[in-house]
Nanobody, 127 residues
Framework: QVQLVELGGGLVQAGGSLRLSCAVSGGTFSSYAMGWFRQAPGKDREFVAA????????NYADSVKGRFTIARDNAKVTVHLQMNSLKSEDTAVYYCAARREGSIWYVGSSRSEYNYWGQGTQVTVSS
């Protein structure tokens, strides 16, 4: 059974940084495209960033482009989300997701295309 566990959430002041990590177990990490999504109170879960199976491609939501960076370490079966210049509107529960199979270059943003999800980690940015 594939399990995803997110770490690294917390409270940070606006303009600060946080690094989220997601450890994957129970599957072949290198065969998964990985994504990060977030859900703010009262809003739908939205795409944040994705990285391809081979790490050669990435995709970002416009709202985080230039501030967030997604990276993967296949040896450590972990994906990271480095978040800089945080804003109050970045406050949300952040979820890690994995998509099995498909193109090695897949970096999709659709929730329905991801097969496995973590439980989420809270990120709160105070203004």
């Amino acid at each position: 059974q594939v399990q995803l566990v997110e770490l690294g959430g917390g409270l940070v002041q606006a303009g600060g940084s946080l690094r989220l990590s997601c450890a994957v177990s129970g599957g072949t990490f290198s065969s998964y495209a990985m994504g990060w999504f977030r859900q703010a109170p009262g809003k739908d879960r939205e795409f944040v960033a994705a990285i391809s199976r081979n790490g050669g491609a990435s995709n970002y939501a416009d709202s985080v482009k230039g501030r967030f960076t997604i990276a993967r370490d296949n040896a450590k079966v972990t994906v990271h989300l480095q978040m800089n210049s945080l804003k109050s509107e970045d406050t949300a529960v952040y979820y890690c997701a994995a998509r099995r199979e498909g193109s090695i270059w897949y970096v999709g943003s659709s929730r329905s295309e991801y097969n496995y999800w973590g439980q989420g980690t809270q990120v709160t940015v105070s203004s």
